[in-house]
């Protein structure tokens, strides 16, 4: 594997593949040993075991968001994986989402950030029309945290919203009460097609027993009062009870047993082949320096079916590479940037890693051309920025950036994003960003996103934080100075890391590098489900 050669020598591959192993497996065990032994002893099972017994054995499951909320919310203790378990996976041979409350963290209760990873899950089911199953097990909104979670456009009430544009679209939904679903939570399930309960771990009730006695003075227990039994021999609210988690899940299967076939959007698809080379042969000519150059297309040959690629417009626009190729069987358009410095034909250099306006121009076309040929687009970054300076803006770098950004934000075709480096600024933007709504990005463990490099932003900031101090009367030494560009250079350095993004969801998650073709593969799969209706429609170019 390679190391780098800069400032942290020791950091090689097996280190970062490490680092995510162990903090995957540390997100896993939820609010940990002794809250997953308390469910055990109540007769449940927590929900990344509800998952595994619910998909089909021996299928894959790709999950979203596993490190959402990772070094938030510490001072409440923390909340691993935003206290819900989310991802794409297959129930009786069909693709779905699936989202299930973790009850070890906080006995499921929604963060600001487990809203915006089940609408995020929602979104995908949306986006792709997959069906979607719900395992529910939530204490409600973390009350401490209400004003952040309840009443905006994007906060826990938007989730009801699309239940209902779900069931208008057709999108098939079905709910499992296996334990608390409690206050505005309880529409969830019953807003979806079918709502099945576990008998005595399941209950669903606006206000719970104390709320109630304190409102009206009623004194009656969450039994009788939200039980199986209540809602499915005397309300109606609920479908069919179950003795245990296992009989509920079953109970799914067999309702996803019978789900009818969906029309296709009709993504080509052959079979699929391996690489040309192994992730190990790819990983060895990636290096983790990230200002040493080095050839996409030693990358590309690692991901793409037979290391096969149908390049477009190869001698123009060399800092993106736009080609044709399948993984895993599927057609796929990719863009790509290009981190060696390359040579156009009137024998100037172009660094790696930053847009021209040729390459701009390229993409645009590129994008245009996969979108008439209904082939889906793949952006893989890692990319500096747009180039700066008098020549790049006497040559319309705006413009052509904009054409760019314009054919990539209107495509009809589904995007997916892969970020393996850098992803700084507008760069981020034109390859196509979470702004621009691929259908899933995700970053490998060398992914840096911001607005500039560590390097460069410490600089300005010292810059602005040295004048500022000169301005107020202060005199800053040579010792003092060197001292507050490693604190201000260590900060952004934790910003750009890609669980800082994955924390947020910016990102929908770190994968090791084995895993991308899995992701990408799937995500086609998923969008496969969803035929295109709207008509790719630039509006107005720039020229």
Not at 52 to 78: M, P, Q, V
Not at 87 to 113: E, H, Q, R
Not at 161 to 172: E, H, L, W, Y
Not at 382 to 410: L, P, Q, R, T, Y
């Amino acid at each position: 594997m390679n190391t780098t050669t800069g400032s942290t020598p020791a950091l090689n591959f097996d280190s970062l593949l490490k680092e995510l192993k162990s903090k995957y497996e540390s997100v896993k065990k939820g609010g940990g040993e002794k809250r997953i032994a308390k469910e055990h002893e109540k007769g449940k099972l927590t929900a990344r075991e509800r998952i595994d017994y619910l998909i089909d054995e021996g299928s894959d499951f790709l999950e979203i968001g596993a490190f959402a909320a990772d070094g938030l919310y510490e001072e409440e203790g923390g909340c691993p994986s935003a206290g819900v378990v989310t991802g794409i996976g297959y129930v009786s041979g069909k693709m779905c989402v699936l989202v299930a409350n973790d009850a070890t963290v906080k006995a499921g209760a929604w963060f600001p950030m487990t809203a915006k990873k089940n609408l995020r899950a929602q979104e995908i089911a949306m986006e792709n029309r997959l069906p979607i199953i719900y395992l529910v097990d939530s204490a409600g909104v973390f009350l401490p945290m209400q004003n952040e979670i309840f009443p905006d456009k994007e906060h826990f009430g938007r989730q009801f919203r699309n239940n209902a544009k779900m069931s208008a679209m057709g999108i098939v939904q079905v709910a499992a009460i296996m334990g608390s679903c409690v206050a505005g939570g309880a529409y969830l399930p019953i807003m979806s097609d079918e709502a099945m309960i576990v008998d005595k771990t399941g209950t669903i009730f606006l206000a719970g027993s104390y709320l109630v006695k304190a409102a009206i003075g009623e004194q009656v227990d969450n039994e009788t009062l939200g039980g199986a039994t209540t809602h499915c021999e005397i309300s109606g609210v609920t479908d069919n009870k179950y003795d245990s988690d296992q009989e509920c899940l079953d109970a799914i299967r067999r309702i996803f047993d019978k789900i009818g076939a969906y029309e296709k959007a009709g993504f080509d698809r052959k079979e699929s082949k391996e690489p040309a080379i192994s992730v190990e042969e790819m990983l060895g000519k990636f290096p983790l320096d990230r200002v040493k150059p080095y050839d996409m297309m030693d990358v590309l040959k690692g991901l793409v079916d037979g290391g096969e690629l149908d390049e477009y417009k190869k001698d123009y626009g060399k800092t993106l590479i736009c080609a044709t190729a399948r993984i895993d069987g599927w057609a796929v358009g990719i863009i790509a940037n290009q981190r060696k410095v390359v040579k156009n034909a009137k024998g100037e250099m172009q660094m790696g890693g930053v847009i021209y306006s040729d390459s701009a121009d390229k993409a645009a076309r590129f994008i245009m051309n996969c979108n008439q040929r209904k082939i889906p687009l793949v952006f893989i970054q890692d990319v500096s920025g747009f180039m700066v300076g008098s020549k790049a803006e006497h040559g319309g770098i705006i413009k052509d950036g904009a054409k760019m950004v314009n054919a990539m934000a209107n495509s009809v075709v589904p995007k997916f994003t892969l970020i393996i480096g850098n992803s700084y600024g507008a760069g981020n933007y034109a390859m196509c960003g979470k702004a621009y709504d691929p259908r899933l990005i995700y970053s490998w463990p060398t992914a840096q996103m911001a607005v500039m490099s560590g390097a460069s932003a410490a600089k300005t900031l010292l810059q602005i934080k040295v004048s500022a101090l000169k301005k107020a009367g202060k005199e800053i030494s040579p010792e003092d100075e060197k001292a507050l560009l490693e604190e201000i250079t260590n900060k952004y350095n934790e910003e750009l890391s890609p669980y800082y993004a994955a924390a947020r969801l910016w990102v929908d998650g770190v994968i090791d590098p084995a895993e991308t073709r899995k992701v990408i593969s799937m995500g086609i799969e998923s969008a496969n489900h969803a035929p295109i209706v709207d008509r790719f429609n630039v509006g107005v170019i720039q020229t």
